[in-house]
């Protein structure tokens, strides 16, 4: 009368890949809650914030929050952040990706120096660099304008587009290349014509990086600059809206959205990319 | 190789020469030159030329209680969150591996977007969970009987401290799963099935073959993550400025105060370079006895 064993088997691995389910579908539950938790809020009236137990789903659904945070200063920040992340992205990996290929395909000494210098550079305390920096800057009359800024967030990207870049350029093959320089191309339209075109991911990749982190970057922002025109989205929230916004908390989640949607969308778009490159790095 | 420097130097030169501006200008330098101002009495308030003073920033920063806790403090979080990170995103890759492959690329996309929220916007929004009266946190608390009443968490030194590591922990879990995620990937089925036809059991499996097979690359992840956490200070600045009593003071947050709110950029050079030396202190003790040699190419 006993069951037969491949059907005990068979339901065991049913239960397995059920149970499997369950756990993972709570896991990223819980990872998930606080982003959903601010996307909610963002849209409830103040009202139905403060209550007892709190509302998991909007009742009286509102775009009002974000309606009411179109103002000037607003947008002004929006655009100072845009202007700061992207030039610094694109003078980061412009950079980052001239020196990757020199470490990828030159035979010098000092290399893994180098490179291990370029990741050492990334636990080089901010606040330390931030005081030489802030002098330099104060000398060449740099500082409340958008290249502190700019120069600011290339240097603290450059390392990470370095590395990037050279794990994509290293996984090229050299025949192409080698076979161009024989037929009498230039070193420089190699690099432009062959090369640049193969590693177009890793550009991505980089330049989504940079941006990001530039987009993220609060100590520089409130240090290197102090008018509101050239003040960007972290250090002016943090500066001007903290303090008005006292207790308006639906508010407050809808800033908070408009913030995290330009990088999330770009970042959502490029995660390919970007995938392919960390964990090309980190595996190697 | 395809060139050598020696046959194309200026190519070689051209190429160099941006990165090697941005990094000579502002990384060596500053590094460099932070040191040296360590042994001075550099301020933007004096006026003057600087004056040599010794080990004098490093004396009185010793004998300051305040250092001590944001020493303490930044180890005790950074450590206690990367471990945590490490380990939950280490289960959850094996979960999706292992467990839903077929749903891993859908879990994987969705959970990563989380390592895009900008730490501004992390930290307004963890304001707002951990509110006294109407946070989520402390609703779930009370209602599942955690606590009896709702908690000042941020006015509490250990919960404040804790309100940090979850920030941190939830912040770099997604990160630390898409290595462990590719890590996994990287070790051949073959492997795997021979282990599964020795009978190895799943738990054993996983000690035994996947967590050595894998260790390296967690270790470095988790190198880059703790050194991301030691520069990482939206989240006390905003919350807590450091309180209750110090108790989310760290070193990056104590070093910014010393230089741009006191000004004092020698004393906030002392800081940092005693935040480097630590630092470098602790990536070579990782380096050292986290990494298998065997393993490394």
Known sequence: MSIKPSSTAFSYRKINALAAYTIAIAAFAFLLLPVYWLVVTSFKPIEDVFVVPPEMWPHNFTFKNYVNQFDLRLIQMFQNSLIVSGAAAILSTFAGSLCAYAISRFYFRFKSILLLFFLASMAFPVPMLMITMYSTFHQLGLLDTYWALILGNTAMGLPLSVWLMTNFIDQIPIDMEEAALLDGASPFSVLMHIVLPMVRPGLAASGIFVFVTSWNELLMGLTFVSSPEVRTLPAGITLAFLGEFEGDWSEMMALAVMVTLPVFLLFMIMQKSILKGMTAGALK | MLYRVKKAPWFFAALILPAALVVGFLILYPVINGIYLSFTDASPLRQGALKFVGFENYTYLFEEEVFYASVFNTSFIVFVSSALAVIMGFLIALLLHFGVKRFAPLFRALVFQVWVVPWI?????????????????????????????????????????????????????????????????????????????????????????????????????????????????????????????????????????????????????????????????????????????????
């Open chain 2, 121 to 297: 916007c992390v930290t307004i929004l963890w304001g707002w969970m951990f509110n006294k009266e109407y946070g989520l946190i402390n609703y779930l608390m009370t209602a599942t009987g955690m606590t009896e009443t709702n908690m000042d968490i941020l006015f509490d030194q250990t919960g404040a401290q804790w309100v940090m590591i979850a920030g941190f922990t939830w912040r770099s879990i997604p990160f630390l799963m898409v290595i462990a995620l590719a890590g996994l990937q990287s070790i051949s089925t073959e492997i795997i099935e021979a282990s599964e036809l020795d009978g190895a059991r799943f738990l054993s499996r996983i000690g035994h073959i996947i967590i050595p097979m894998i260790r390296n690359v967690l270790m470095v992840a988790l190198l880059l993550d703790s050194v991301r956490f030691f520069q990482e200070m939206t989240l006390p600045l905003l919350l807590t400025q450091g309180g209750p009593v110090n108790a989310t003071m760290v070193l990056s947050l104590f070093t910014y105060q010393l230089a741009f709110e006191n000004w004092d950029f020698a004393l906030a050079s002392a800081a940092g370079t005693v935040w480097l030396v630590f630092i470098i202190v602790v990536a070579w003790i990782v380096l050292r006895f986290g990494i298998r040699k065997e393993h490394v190419k």
